[in-house]
C-alpha cells in the first residue's frame, strides 16, 4: 500500500496528460508529421519495435560501459581526497569547473579525436555523471560522525581501519543518492553521444526518424529512453537495499512512526 500510494499521483497525472493530448491531436486535427497522438506513437512505437530493440541494446551497453568508467574514477578520486585534504582543495574547484565545460560543443570534437567508435560516447558519459558521483561520496565522507572516528582513534584504529569501518558506511546512503542522479545522466548522456556520431543506438535511430518526418517513432524512442532511465533509477533502490540494509530499517522506522 506504501508503494501504491507513492506511484498513484505521477501515474495519475500522467494518465491526465495522455487524455488531454489525444483529445487535442483529434480534436484539433493534428498532422502526425508535426504532433502525433499517444496511440499512435505506442501503435508505430509497436509496428517498429524490432528496430527500436535493435537501437536499444547499443545504447544500453554504451551506458553500462561509460557509467562504469565514471563510477571507478569517482571512487578512486574519492578516496584519494578523503586521505588528502591537501588534495581536496586542489581537485574541488576544479570539479565544479568541470561541470561549466559546454557537453555540446565538446562532443563533436571527441568525434573527431577518437572516430565513431565506443571510446567517444564513453568520454561523453563520464563527463556527464563523474561529478555527482564523485562529489557525493567526497561529501559523504565528511560527513562521518566524528565521535566514532575519535572513538576509533582512541582505541589505536589506524587511518584504513578508521575509513573501512566508519567512513566507507557512513558515506554509502549519499552515495546512492548521487548514484541515482548520475544514472539518469548516464542514459541522457549516451544519447547525445549518439545523436552527435554513431552507427547504432536510440540516438542515431531518433536522428534518421527526425530526418524523415517520422515524429511518431522519434516520441516512441523518447518514450523507451525514458523507461529505461525509470527502471535503471529503481535498480539502485533495489541495490541499496542489499548494499545498505540499514538504511532501508530506518526508512520504514521513520515511515511507521509517521
Known sequence: MRTLRRVAPPLLLVAVALVAWQWYVTAAGVRPQVLPSPLRVVEQGWAFRDQIWANTVPTLQVTAVGFSVSLVLGWALAIAVDFSPWLRRALMPLL?????????????????????????????ITLVTFFPVAVGLIEGFAATDRQAT??????????????RYVRLPGALPRFFTSLRIGITYAVTGAIFAEYVGATAGLGIFMS???????????????????LLSVALFALTYAVERLVVPWRTRESNSESSDV
Open 96 to 124: 565544479v569547473a568541470s561541470q561549466t565545460l559546454p557537453i555540446i560543443a565538446i562532443a563533436p570534437l571527441l568525434i573527431i579525436w577518437f572516430g565513431f567508435g565506443l571510446l567517444p560516447k564513453v568520454v561523453v
Open 208 to 226: 534518421l526518424q527526425r530526418n524523415s518526418f517520422r515524429t511518431d517513432l522519434v516520441l516512441a524512442a523518447v518514450v523507451v529512453t525514458a
Open 150 to 163: 575519535n572513538l576509533l582513534r582512541s582505541m589505536g584504529a589506524s587511518r584504513w581501519k578508521q575509513f
